[in-house]
C-alpha cells in the first residue's frame, strides 16, 4: 500500500514537472499568436513593448527549434594550422617547404592532430625538428609539446575571435564551440545575411603597414620578372588556362613580353592589372622562382578593391611594398566606420595604442613624401602619401565600396586578428521557409502517427488501449519537456524520433497485454493475471529497452548535429516508455480495478 | 480483437528454406554492393547541395540549361518538394561565391519566376572522411554491445544469433539501397548520417523480437531434454507469434506516416527503417531462433540460461 502511494506520488510529480517545464513554451506560443492577431504592425509593436520582459522570459525558457527548423546556419571551420606551424618555423628551406605541402595534403584528407602528422612527415624525412622549430638544442619531444600548446592556444584565441566577430555582428544565441584540435563549430539560429556572415568569419584580419617601393624600383622588378620569364621560356606554360578566356594573353609566348600582357605600366610608373588576369596574377607572384626576382625584403601586392580604368574596365593596381611591416594590427584598439571628409565614402578610422601611437609618430616622421599601404589579409585597401607626422596615433582605411562592408572591417578589426587563417570545411544552411516547411511537415507525423498508434491500440486492447494511450500522452509530454528544460533544441531529425519513440513506447505494453491474455486464458483471475502479466513481461521489455538505449547511445556519441538530435529524442523516449508504460499503466489498472470497472473483457 | 491466436506453424520445419532465402538475398545485395556500390550522400561524398525552390513550375531541362549556361558545373535532378531542383556540385568553402552565380543565373534567364535558396550544404572532404569513420565506429560499437548484454542475459549461442540477425537485416537493407539507389525521384535513397542512424535503430529494434522469442523458449527451456528442444522452440514462436507482429506493427505505423508525412529530407531513413523492422521481423523467427536451434542440436547439450526466472 506504501509503495503505490509512491508510485502515485511519483506520476503526479513527473506529470506536474512535465507541464510545468513546457509552460513556457506554450505561454511563448500564445503571445506569439497575440502579437500576430493585431491588425497593424503599430498595435502588435506595442503590445510587445509592453509585454516585453513577459516575453522575454517565456521565450527564454521554452523549448527551442533547431537550425533546420528555425533557419540558420552550421558551420564547421578549420584554422590552419599547418599555416600556424610555418610561422613558428625559421630557417626555413626547400625541403622544410616540401615537408609542409606533404603535410597540408594529409592534412586535408584526414582528420588526424596535425602535429602528428608533421611529426610523422619529419620522421619519414629523417629531418630533426630542432633543425627548424625553436631552439636546435631542444629534443623532438620538447618541440612536440610546445607546438601542441601553440596549436591549443590557436585554436582557443581563434575561437574567441570569432565569437567576437559574431557578437558585434550581432546573432540571438550563437552557440561557438571547438572539436579536436582544429574544428570550431559555429551555430547561428536566424541568421539573415549569410553571405556577409561568411565574409565576416573567412577573413584572417591581418592588418599591416607597409612602406611603398618608389615607382623606378617597381618598373625595374617588373622588367626583371619579364626578362626572367621570357629566359625560363616554358615559365607561362601554364597561362593555358588564361590564355582560353583572355585574347590578350594567348599572344603571350610570341610577343616577347609575358609580363606585360598581363600588368600594364602607366607613365607615372604605377601598375595595374585586369580583372580577368588578376586571379592569374596573384597565383603568378606567389611563385617561390617568380619571388626570387625580387628585390631583398620586397613583394608585389594587389589593391583590395579595383579602379576604373579608360575602357570601363575594372583594374587593379600591382605595388611593390617592403616585405617586413613598419606596423601591425595588434596595435590597434578602436575602429569605427564613418564617412569620409566628403561625407560620400565610407572609411574606417582606427586609434592605436600608446606603444602603437609612438611607433606611428616615427614612422611617418621619418618617410614624409612616401607612400605607406594598408594591407589587410594581403591586399593593399589603401596606399596613401605621408604628408606630415602623425603624433596622435590615428589611421584611416579607406578605398572601401559600401558602409556596410566598412562596418564589418569595424568588426573583425576591433576583434582582432586571428593566429592563423580560417576555413569553412563544413556548411549547412536552411532558409526559413524551408525551415517551415520542415515545421509543417514534423507536425503533420507527429499527430497521424499518435493517431495511427493510439487508435490501434484502442481497437486491439479496448479498455487497455486507453490506459497505453495516456501514457502514451505523457511520454511524449516527458520528451518535449525534457528537451525545452534541458535548453536542447528540437531538429527534424528529433522530430522523427518522437514519432519513432511513439511507435515503440506502446511496444511494451503489448508485451504485457499479451502475457496478460495468456494468464486470462491459463485461468487466471483477472487480478493475478495482471499481476502476472507485469511482472512476466518486465525481462522481455527491460532487455528491448537496453538494446534500444546502447544503440541510441552510441549514435549519441559518435554523430554529429542532426543525428544526435534524432538520438537524443530516442533516449529519452525510450527511458520514458520504462516508466509510462509499466508504472503509469499500472497505477491505471489498480485505480481501474478499485472502481469495478474491469473485466476480463477489458484486455480484448 | 485477437490476430494470429494459438497458432501452430511448424516455423523450424521451413528453416532451410528460410535460410536459402536469406542466402540469396544477401548475395543479391552483395553482388550488387560490388557491382553497382552505393549512392554515397554528401554527407560521406563531400560535396555541396544547393537547393532551390521555383514560384511557379519549371522544367528540369531549363534549370538545368540555365545552370550550364552560367559555367557552373555539377548535377541537377528533381527534388522531392514542389518545384524544387538539388543541384550538386563539388566542394568549396566559397559558398558565397556559388550561391551568388546561381542567383544571377536564375535572376537574368528566368525572369518572373523566382528560384530561392532554401538550402545550402557544403561538407570538405576531411570531414566527409570523419563521419565515415564515425559511422563505422558507431555501428561496430553498436553491435558489440548488444552481443556482450544479451549474452550476459541469456547465453552466448542466443547472442552470436541475435547479432548474426542483425547483421543480416543490416545487409540485407544495405543490399536494397545498393540495387534501388537512384531508381525512385520521390527518394534517392543515398546513403548518408541518416541511414547510419536507421541502421543504429534497426539493430536496436531487432534484436527487441528476438528477446521477446528468446524470452520465452528461456522460460520453457529449462530441465528439458534436448530431444523436446524441437518442439519448445516451435511452441515458443508461435505463443509469442503475436506480440511479434503487434510490436513491430505499431513501430512500422509510425514509420510509415514518416515516409508518407515528413519530407524528402527524412524519406531514405523512413525507409531504411520501415524495411529493416519488416526484415527484422522475419529475421527473428527464421534466422534468430533456428541457428540456436541447430547450434544446440550440433552441440548436443543441454543450454544453461542466465535469468530463467519464470517458476
Known sequence: ?604 | MRIFHKTNFDFLGFRKIAYGFSVFILLAGMISLVVKGLNYGIDFRGGSEVLIRFEKNVDVSTVRSVIDKAGLSGSLKQYGLDRSFLFSTAFSGETNDLKSRISNAFAADLQGNHGEIVRIDAVGPSIASDLKWSAVKALFAALLAILIYVGFRFEVKFATAGVVAIFHDILTVLGLFSILGGLFDFMPLEMDQSIIAAFLTIAGYSITDTVVVYDRIRERIRGQKPSDYERIFNESMNQTLGRTIITSGTVLLSVFVLFIFAGPAIRGFAFAVFVGILIGTYSSIFVAAPLVYDWLRLSKSPVHLRGSKAS
Open chain 1, 1 to 604: 500500500m506504501k509503495n503505490k502511494r509512491f508510485n502515485l506520488f511519483l506520476i503526479a510529480v513527473v506529470a506536474i514537472v512535465a507541464l510545468w517545464s513546457l509552460w513556457p513554451t506554450w505561454h511563448d506560443y500564445t503571445l506569439t499568436k497575440q502579437i500576430e492577431s493585431y491588425r497593424s504592425s503599430q498595435d502588435s509593436l506595442r503590445y510587445a513593448l509592453s509585454h516585453r520582459e513577459e516575453i522575454e522570459n517565456a521565450r527564454k525558457k521554452s523549448l527551442k527549434l533547431g537550425l533546420d527548423l528555425k533557419g540558420g546556419m552550421h558551420l564547421v571551420m578549420e584554422v590552419d594550422q599547418v599555416d600556424l606551424f610555418e610561422q613558428k618555423a625559421w630557417n626555413k628551406d626547400a625541403k622544410f617547404f616540401s615537408i609542409m605541402t606533404a603535410v597540408r595534403e594529409k592534412a586535408a584528407k584526414s582528420d588526424a592532430r596535425v602535429i602528428d602528422l608533421l611529426v610523422s612527415e619529419f620522421g619519414n624525412e629523417n629531418v630533426r625538428l630542432s633543425r627548424y622549430f625553436y631552439d636546435i638544442r631542444n629534443t623532438d619531444r620538447e618541440i612536440i609539446v610546445k607546438l601542441e600548446k601553440e596549436s591549443d592556444d590557436a585554436l582557443n584565441r581563434a575561437k574567441e575571435i570569432v565569437r567576437n566577430r559574431i557578437d558585434q555582428y550581432g546573432v540571438a544565441e550563437p552557440v561557438i564551440t571547438t572539436q579536436g584540435t582544429r574544428k570550431i563549430i559555429i551555430e547561428l539560429p536566424g541568421v539573415s545575411d549569410e553571405g556577409r556572415v561568411r565574409n565576416l568569419l573567412k577573413g584572417t584580419a591581418k592588418l599591416e603597414f607597409k612602406l611603398l617601393r618608389d615607382p623606378e624600383a617597381l618598373v625595374r622588378t617588373l622588367d626583371r620578372i619579364n626578362t626572367y620569364l621570357v629566359k625560363s621560356g616554358t615559365a607561362l606554360n601554364d597561362t593555358a588556362s588564361v590564355a582560353k578566356a583572355t585574347p590578350a594573353a594567348a599572344g603571350a609566348s610570341t610577343s616577347g613580353k609575358p609580363l606585360y600582357d598581363l600588368i600594364g605600366v602607366t607613365e607615372n610608373g604605377s601598375a595595374y592589372t585586369s580583372e580577368r588576369t588578376r586571379d592569374f596574377v596573384s597565383a603568378l607572384l606567389r611563385r617561390s622562382d617568380i619571388q626570387a626576382q625580387l628585390p631583398q625584403d620586397t613583394e608585389l601586392v594587389l589593391s583590395a578593391k579595383s579602379d576604373h580604368g579608360k575602357a570601363g574596365e575594372k583594374l587593379y593596381s600591382v605595388y611593390l611594398v617592403r616585405k617586413t611591416p613598419e606596423l601591425t594590427g595588434g596595435v590597434i584598439t578602436e575602429a569605427k566606420a564613418t564617412f569620409g571628409s566628403q561625407g560620400v565614402q565610407p572609411e574606417v578610422m582606427m586609434t592605436m595604442n600608446s606603444e602603437g601611437t609612438s611607433k606611428w609618430a616615427r614612422i611617418t616622421g621619418a618617410n614624409i613624401g612616401k607612400r605607406i599601404a594598408i594591407v589587410l589579409d594581403g591586399a593593399v585597401y589603401s596606399a596613401p602619401v605621408v604628408q606630415s607626422k602623425i603624433p596622435g596615433g590615428n589611421s584611416v582605411i579607406n578605398g572601401i565600396e559600401s558602409l556596410e562592408e566598412a562596418k564589418d572591417l569595424e568588426i573583425v578589426l576591433k576583434a582582432g586578428a586571428l593566429p592563423a587563417p580560417v576555413r569553412i570545411i563544413e556548411e549547412r544552411t536552411v532558409g526559413p521557409s524551408l525551415g517551415a516547411d520542415y515545421i509543417r511537415a514534423g507536425m503533420l507525423s507527429l499527430s497521424w502517427s499518435f493517431i495511427a498508434v493510439s487508435v490501434f491500440m484502442l481497437v486491439y486492447y479496448r479498455k487497455a488501449g486507453i490506459a497505453a494511450d495516456i501514457a502514451l500522452v505523457l511520454n511524449i509530454l516527458i520528451v518535449l519537456s525534457v528537451l525545452a528544460g534541458f535548453s536542447a533544441s528540437l531538429s527534424l531529425p528529433g522530430i522523427a524520433g518522437i514519432v519513432l519513440t511513439i511507435g515503440m513506447a506502446v511496444d511494451a505494453n503489448v508485451l504485457i497485454y499479451e502475457r496478460i491474455r495468456e494468464e486470462l486464458d491459463a485461468g487466471k483471475g483477472l487480478v493475478s493475471a495482471i499481476e502476472l502479466g507485469y511482472d512476466r513481461a518486465f525481462s522481455s521489455i527491460l532487455d528491448s529497452h537496453v538494446t534500444t538505449l546502447f544503440a541510441a547511445f552510441l549514435l549519441y556519441t559518435y554523430g554529429i548535429g542532426p543525428i544526435q538530435g534524432f538520438a537524443l529524442t530516442l533516449m529519452i523516449g525510450t527511458s520514458a516508455s520504462l516508466f509510462t508504460s509499466i508504472v503509469v499503466t499500472k497505477e491505471i489498472f489498480s485505480f481501474l480495478l478499485s472502481r469495478n470497472v474491469m473485466s476480463e473483457k477489458s484486455f480484448g
